[in-house]
């Protein structure tokens, strides 16, 4: 890890690291693509619907996920100052976003035909619109200022204050009374869930997975190379 | 094909699911082709300032 903090070195690591990590989620999609959209039984309860689970749950994870990088990142930045820490938090923020926009899309083109309703104002999807609110915020603020540390630093703050967002979307079905089922797949006494579909959810997770690795390496490249441009143009200017 | 209209059916579902695949894939492939963009720009930029950088080195030297 120490050793990626060199941007230098990080340069050099991630353009070898890329075409494993392209090759690894194409892999990953073709598998969990078979198995979600032909494999994989319809449901007793949800026929042919529940193969909206197989994005709409991966997506949902996803956006939690990058979440809590995105956070730790800022943390990482705010605290040890770690040089790559807040281009990794910008870089996420997108990311974390477009997961967002899915998870809370294919849950209403999910809701429609099994609850009734395109939305419904319940603790787990109003949580996670908030989640969305805070990745736009996030980036918004990241780019209202001239200087990027001043952006990085404010979106950053912003970052961490949001997280406590993402225990409350977890525990949401819980705590209150919602439309959406509660958890069927992290839960304490294991995956209520049978094989035969969490088969090919875990392999759309992991796509998904190596999918944000993946998009994460490019943008952290360019943040890299903008960074080395504007020391360039100061040269320029300077000289 | 009959069977291939039947599997688009999806039971009755199809409305819903495939433009839940669609915006998915939309969305995904967007960003993938925007971030390369982005970065690939980058690289052009950088390459012709630091070959604007080597001239003027050049030109003094």
């Given at each position: 890890m120490i050793h990626l903090a060199n941007p230098t070195q990080f340069m050099r690591l991630s353009a070898r690291l890329l075409p494993w990590l392209r090759g690894a989620t194409?892999?990953?999609?073709?598998?969990?693509?078979?198995?979600?959209?032909?494999?994989?039984p319809q449901d007793y309860q949800q026929s042919e619907t529940v193969r909206i689970m197989y994005v709409h749950v991966p997506a949902a994870w996803m956006a939690l996920f990058c979440y809590s990088a995105m956070a730790g990142a800022a943390a990482g930045a705010l605290i040890w100052k770690h040089p790559l820490a807040d281009m990794a938090a910008k870089a996420t923020a997108p990311i974390g976003a477009a997961f967002t926009l899915i998870a809370l899309v294919t849950g209403s083109l999910w809701g429609k035909p099994m609850w009734g309703t395109w939305w419904v104002w319940d603790a787990r999807l109003t949580s996670v619109l908030i989640l969305f609110f805070l990745y736009l915020g996030y980036m918004a603020l990241n780019n209202a200022f001239d200087d990027p540390a001043r952006g990085a630093k404010a979106s950053g703050i912003l970052a961490i204050a949001g997280f406590v967002n993402v225990p409350i979307i977890k525990f949401s079905v819980d705590w209150w009374n919602t439309l959406h089922q509660p958890a069927s797949v992290v839960k304490l006494d294991g995956p209520a869930?049978?094989?035969?579909?969490?088969?090919?959810?875990?392999?759309?997770?992991?796509?998904?997975?190596?999918?944000?690795?993946?998009?994460?390496?490019?943008?952290?490249?360019?943040?890299?190379?903008?960074?080395?441009?504007?020391?360039?143009?100061r040269r320029q200017a300077l000289g | 094909m009959d069977q291939l209209t039947s599997y688009f059916a999806m039971g009755g579902y199809g409305g819903f699911i495939w433009p839940a695949y669609t915006l998915t894939a939309a969305v995904l492939i967007g960003l993938l082709v925007a971030s390369r963009r982005t970065l690939t720009a980058r690289e052009t930029e950088l390459d012709a300032i630091r070959g604007t950088e080597e001239n003027e080195t050049a030109d003094e030297a």
């Amino acid at each position: 890890m120490i050793h990626l903090a060199n941007p230098t070195q990080f340069m050099r690591l991630s353009a070898r690291l890329l075409p494993w990590l392209r090759g690894a989620t194409l892999l990953l999609l073709a598998g969990g693509l078979y198995y979600a959209l032909f494999r994989s039984p319809q449901d007793y309860q949800q026929s042919e619907t529940v193969r909206i689970m197989y994005v709409h749950v991966p997506a949902a994870w996803m956006a939690l996920f990058c979440y809590s990088a995105m956070a730790g990142a800022a943390a990482g930045a705010l605290i040890w100052k770690h040089p790559l820490a807040d281009m990794a938090a910008k870089a996420t923020a997108p990311i974390g976003a477009a997961f967002t926009l899915i998870a809370l899309v294919t849950g209403s083109l999910w809701g429609k035909p099994m609850w009734g309703t395109w939305w419904v104002w319940d603790a787990r999807l109003t949580s996670v619109l908030i989640l969305f609110f805070l990745y736009l915020g996030y980036m918004a603020l990241n780019n209202a200022f001239d200087d990027p540390a001043r952006g990085a630093k404010a979106s950053g703050i912003l970052a961490i204050a949001g997280f406590v967002n993402v225990p409350i979307i977890k525990f949401s079905v819980d705590w209150w009374n919602t439309l959406h089922q509660p958890a069927s797949v992290v839960k304490l006494d294991g995956p209520a869930i049978d094989p035969s579909m969490l088969w090919p959810l875990l392999l759309m997770a992991l796509a998904f997975t190596t999918y944000y690795l993946w998009v994460l390496t490019l943008r952290l490249r360019a943040e890299v190379l903008a960074s080395r441009l504007r020391a360039a143009q100061r040269r320029q200017a300077l000289g | 094909m009959d069977q291939l209209t039947s599997y688009f059916a999806m039971g009755g579902y199809g409305g819903f699911i495939w433009p839940a695949y669609t915006l998915t894939a939309a969305v995904l492939i967007g960003l993938l082709v925007a971030s390369r963009r982005t970065l690939t720009a980058r690289e052009t930029e950088l390459d012709a300032i630091r070959g604007t950088e080597e001239n003027e080195t050049a030109d003094e030297a």
